[in-house]
């Protein structure tokens, strides 16, 4: 090997100075003073997941458009309440972004049978550091629902991507209530071990 | 609500499944509960990886609609209290260092996300490269800035390296990529740009992948240290 590699490798898996703008704590942080710009790459970061979470849920994409819009309106104003010590900013904006998923759902269909149909995954714009990302972060939840049991993963999946209840996930599963509580405290703590989570 | 009981149902209210008068009585004893709130964090962190797995961009017209709203949106004042928690959050940076820094890699990040030119379509390789049966991926992080992640597929004998938020090299540079096994260094692809994606191919008996600065149209062998170097998965 010719001498540039023989020593001084500098790779390191740590964060450094320059990574603080791409830290998504550090910019929400700058979003609660009111800085636009650190907004729009909170954007860039946040925009992709959470409109894919409430698509998921909602389905009809012109109304996961509106509540996605909601959502990051609120993430611009209620940035002062993000506290980094009590979680990461994606799950704490992923949080506000499901459950106004699921109170959308909830308030519009009041208890009747929600349409099931599948949706086209356009990606007419795909960029390629985004898609690489989610590729390989669905990767991981794939692997990972794939070690649960049958009733662990359909629990989880029902309640998060479908936006049931636990009763109602009962009922579509046909087991108790304390059995689907379980199982889906179960899956959660399985997936959260296999995807090493920080707790 | 008693202990167990609210136990029982932390994930549901982890994963909103809650119906909503559970909801408010669980958030009710949240407040009070202190084992709850440690265990809490860690079932929202690994929902939301089930949220980050769904991700799909969103239509191009939702990111001016929501940028007019901000404009037109008071925020929230901090909670009294919240200055000490954001020291914490920044160790031994003054503030206004921090600012200055994330200021000037804000504005060179602003101008490489509003690049028209940056690569709208994936290319067949890459796509190859991501879906081969045994991809295996490294995060990169560079210690000199920037991130991304290396693709390899030994099937295909090729990879493919994404990086963004990389310093800028001096004009008449670019990052040269080399592939480094037990014989000399063998180029591997030049990136031109702080952001951008490289396929790397013939990675044949590699066992690292190496990154220097170098003349922009490129060198046989490298001339300076490397900025960082990888290893490939097996």
Redesign the interface.
Same mark, same amino acid.
């Given at each position: 090997m010719s001498e540039p590699f023989a020593e001084g490798a500098r790779f390191t898996s740590g964060p450094t100075a320059e990574d603080l703008p791409e830290d998504l704590s550090t910019l929400v942080q700058y979003v609660a003073c009111g800085d636009r710009r650190a907004f729009e790459l909170v954007y860039e970061q946040v925009s992709g997941p959470v409109y894919g979470t409430i698509l998921r849920v909602v389905r009809d994409p012109a109304q996961a458009e509106e509540v996605a819009q909601e959502t990051l309106v609120q993430v611009w104003r209620e940035a002062s309440r993000f506290d980094p010590l009590r979680g990461s900013p994606m799950a704490w904006v992923l949080t506000l972004a499901h459950r106004r998923a699921v109170d959308r759902v909830r308030s519009a269909q009041a208890g009747a049978e929600r349409e099931q149909r599948a949706y086209h995954l356009e990606r007419e714009h795909d960029h390629v550091v985004e898609e690489v990302e989610t590729r390989l972060d669905r990767e991981r939840v794939r692997r990972c629902l794939g070690g649960l049991t049958e009733l662990q993963r359909r629990s989880l999946t029902l309640a998060y991507y479908s936006g049931y209840t636990y009763p109602q996930v009962a009922g579509l599963l046909d087991v108790p209530l304390g059995t689907i509580k379980t199982r889906m405290r179960d899956a959660l703590i399985r997936m959260r071990d296999c995807l090493g989570v920080d707790r | 609500m008693n202990a167990p009981d609210a136990h *029982?149902? #932390?994930?549901?209210y982890? #994963?909103?499944?809650?119906?909503?008068i559970e909801r408010r009585r669980f958030e009710h004893h949240l407040t009070r509960c202190e084992t709850c709130?440690?265990?809490l964090?860690? #079932?929202?962190?690994?929902?939301?990886?089930?949220?980050?797995?769904?991700?799909?961009?969103?239509?191009?017209? #939702?990111?001016a %609609?929501?940028?007019d709203?901000?404009?037109r /949106?008071?925020?929230?004042?901090?909670?009294a209290g919240?200055h000490r928690?954001?020291r914490?959050?920044?160790p031994g940076i003054s503030l206004l260092l /921090?600012a200055a820094?994330?200021a000037a890699?804000?504005f060179a *990040?602003?101008t490489v996300?509003s690049d028209p030119e940056?690569?709208? %379509?994936?290319?067949p390789q890459?796509s190859a490269v991501?879906s081969a049966p045994d991809a295996r991926?490294v995060?990169? %992080?560079?210690?000199? *800035?920037?991130?991304?992640?290396l693709?390899v597929a030994r099937s295909l004998n090729k990879a493919?390296i994404?990086?963004?938020?990389l310093?800028a090299v001096p004009s008449g540079h670019a990052y040269e990529l080399?592939l480094?096994s037990?014989?000399?260094?063998r180029p591997a692809g030049l990136m031109h740009d702080t952001?951008?994606?490289q396929v790397i191919s013939a990675i044949d008996d590699a066992t690292h992948l190496?990154v220097?600065v170098e003349r922009a149209e490129g060198v046989s062998?490298?001339?300076?240290?490397?900025?960082?170097?990888?290893r490939l998965p097996a």
């Open positions: - | *029982g149902l #932390l994930a549901p982890a #994963l909103d499944a809650l119906t909503d709130a440690g265990e964090r860690g #079932l929202h962190e690994t929902a939301a990886m089930l949220g980050v797995a769904a991700a799909q961009r969103p239509p191009d017209a #939702l990111r %609609r929501v940028m709203e901000i404009d /949106t008071r925020q929230l004042p901090p909670r919240n928690r954001w914490w959050n920044l /921090t820094m994330i890699v804000l *990040g602003f996300l940056r690569p709208r %379509r994936t290319d890459i991501l991926s995060e990169v %992080r560079p210690a000199t *800035g920037g991130s991304g992640t693709v493919v994404t990086m963004k938020g310093p080399w480094l037990p014989d000399a260094p952001h951008g994606s190496g220097t062998a490298p001339t300076s240290p490397p900025i960082f170097t990888l």
